[in-house]
């Protein structure tokens, strides 16, 4: 395990912020951590209660702050997860609480929320649903920017459902539109059985990565497993959400669903072989990558009669 250097003994004194967080970012660069200073200056704000933006202004660390600083820096130097060392992730325009037994919401599923609220945002009063829902970054963030739709996040996991149902108190208490949870397996051929062909916008980020993918230290050892990793070829969960989608939307409702870099050609691939979706598009991340696909419910809603095309997008 990478060792901290040690700070000088500093009796009464305080000990300025910066010094701190140069050696913390020294140790977080040795030990492979991407953005060392960030992190070092996301922690030290942290610990002083402050902005990042005011840590220059912030009064120096004391002796206690030192030890909760340096106990934080060794964890993450561990590769134990930001996150769950701060207790949030932030997510578009919200803080949400996350911890161990829930995935923690990426930037590049912002994306994917973006792209929901603006079709919600051409429907009006849209019924929006989340599947997968997780810590509830997508549904909680349609919610809060669409607060007229009418949003339902579905997850299956007890300890994620435990971080969901808490962040969708939160923001509700905090003045946002309320959402409505659901515990259920997005697998299930009779999940939402109620709302089959009401659905305006369907949303999912599932686990999609291949089980033989090397995931980074943090994810492998922190991020639920089920959370992460979806069968031999990282579609078993796409594969039966496509399924259901197609049922739940109703005619011209649209559908987005994150996937994995290596499925740029396979979800585009699957939507258009369904036969009941049209305007399939692969859109890519903001590093050029194949991040995830969208397409919409045929306004016939029937099948079509050979498989459809589809075409490379943007977020």
């Given amino acids: ?27 977080l660069a040795a030990a492979g951590v991407a953005a060392p200073r960030a992190e070092a200056e996301l922690l030290a704000a ?8 005011r840590l220059a202004l912030a009064g120096g660390f004391t002796a206690d702050d030192l030890g909760r600083f340096d106990a934080l820096v060794a964890r993450r130097v561990a590769r134990e997860p930001l996150q769950h060392l701060t207790g949030v992730a932030g997510f578009r325009h919200l803080e949400l609480a996350v911890g161990p037994g829930v995935f923690v919401p990426r930037p590049e599923t912002e994306l994917l ?13 849209p019924l929006v649903v989340d599947l997968c829902s997780g ?5 909680l963030a349609v919610a809060q920017e669409l607060p007229a739709a009418r949003v339902v ?10 971080w969901l149902r808490r962040n969708a108190a939160d ?23 109620d709302l089959v062909g009401r659905v305006d916008v369907l949303l999912c980020n599932p686990p999609y990565v291949p089980r033989s993918v090397s995931v980074p230290p943090e994810v492998a050892g922190h991020d639920p497993d089920e959370a992460v990793f979806a069968g ?3 579609l078993t ?5 496509i399924a259901r989608a197609a049922e739940l939307l109703r005619p011209g409702g649209a559908l987005g669903i994150e996937h994995d870099d290596t499925h740029g050609g396979a979800v585009p691939g699957l939507l258009a072989a369904d036969g009941r979706f049209v305007a399939v598009a692969e859109h890519r991340d903001l590093v050029d990558r194949p991040r995830f696909a969208t397409a919409s419910r045929r306004a016939d809603g029937q099948h079509a009669a050979g498989e459809p095309a589809w075409q490379t997008g943007s977020s």
């Fill in 153 to 162: 996040a579905v997850e299956r996991s007890p300890a994620a459902l435990a």
């Fill in 46 to 53: 942290y610990v002083l209660g402050v902005p990042r933006g």
């Fill in 171 to 193: 923001r509700a208490a905090a003045g946002d539109t309320p959402i409505e949870v659901v515990a259920a397996d997005v697998t299930d051929p009779g999940l939402l059985a």
């Fill in 1 to 27: 395990m990478t060792s901290l250097p040690q700070h000088p003994s500093e009796g009464t004194e305080r000990e300025r912020p910066s010094r701190a967080i140069a050696r913390a970012a020294q140790a």
């Fill in 135 to 139: 810590s509830g970054a997508i549904a």
């Fill in 237 to 241: 969960v796409i594969r039966p959400v």
């Fill in 113 to 125: 929320a973006g792209w929901g609220v603006e079709q919600g945002r051409r429907r009006g009063a």
């Fill in 232 to 234: 031999a070829d990282g």
